[in-house]
């Protein structure tokens, strides 16, 4: 994922909507926040922003045995309801 400058970007509205990934290794675990709406960007360590990809996102719901689809839920749909 190539890394990106957040301050460059004006991102689409944002609710929030975010996963937090924790990947195991020897040590201390890697973890990252997967932003599921706006620039979808990852955020990883130390400041390093890196913009997802479909194929991203695709592998994701497939590790958690979901369509692409319901990871990105519409909080205006729900609040219309």
Do not use: K, N
């Not at 620039?39 to 719901?61: E, I, K, M, N, T």
Request: hydrophobic share 40%.
């Amino acid at each position: 994922m190539p890394r990106v400058d957040e301050s460059r970007y004006f991102c689409p509205i944002s609710w929030g909507i975010r996963y937090r990934l924790e990947f195991a290794r020897p040590g201390a675990p890697f973890v990252v926040t997967a932003e599921a709406d706006g620039c979808r960007f990852v955020h990883q360590p130390l400041g390093d922003v890196r913009q997802s990809s479909p194929a991203f996102w695709d592998v994701l719901a497939e590790a958690m045995g979901v369509r692409p689809a319901d990871l990105f839920p519409d909080p205006a749909l729900e609040m219309t309801r």
